[in-house]
């Protein structure tokens, strides 16, 4: 006989926050946790490169998400196409892993809610930055030595105006 049980993550189906960040956790990220229907944020960075694998499609069910930090793991993935469907979401850190493959255009679709933006430290993405990502407020999407045609997208100021900073705007 098998016996199978029930994950842990769909016993907290109000949980707002979700931080689990700065630890020494390891393994892969669960993809239970797009149970948690009314997460609002979810932090699951800075574990020391110790959390590993994919960013599971599900986080693109969590639809009341505000805030997804999964930054400076050891994600190994593209970026998937459903994050798209975070329409509230407002910052977006996936900065430090080793994310690979092209940044979904689909996610300019997150122009009029996204605030922050941080790819940084992922030197296998590649592509042309979405022209939309430029009405971001804080946007970190590569360092001369990425494959972003060999500019530095980087603006901490509180503006919408990154074309001084090499973003490729219209």
Request: hydrophobic share 35%; glycine share 8%.
């Amino acid at each position: 006989n098998v016996i199978v049980q029930k994950p842990v993550f769909p016993t907290w189906p109000y949980m707002k926050s979700l931080w689990i960040a700065a630890t020494s956790i390891s393994g892969t990220l669960p993809s239970e946790i797009a149970y948690m229907t009314q997460l609002q944020e979810l932090r699951l960075g800075f574990n020391r490169q110790l959390v590993t694998g994919i960013i599971p499609t599900e986080y693109g069910l969590l639809t009341d998400l505000r805030e997804l930090g999964l930054a400076e793991n050891n994600l190994e993935s593209t970026i998937p196409t459903e994050l798209a469907l975070l329409t509230d979401l407002e910052f977006l850190r996936l900065q430090e892993n080793n994310l690979s493959g092209y940044i979904p255009t689909e996610l300019q679709t997150l122009g009029t809610s996204l605030r922050l933006l941080r790819l940084n430290g992922n030197t296998n993405l590649m592509g042309q930055v979405p022209t939309d990502f430029c009405t971001i407020q804080w946007l970190t999407l590569g360092c001369a030595e990425d494959p972003f045609g060999g500019y530095n997208y980087y603006s901490e100021a509180e503006t919408t105006d990154l074309c001084g900073c090499h973003c490729p705007c219209p």
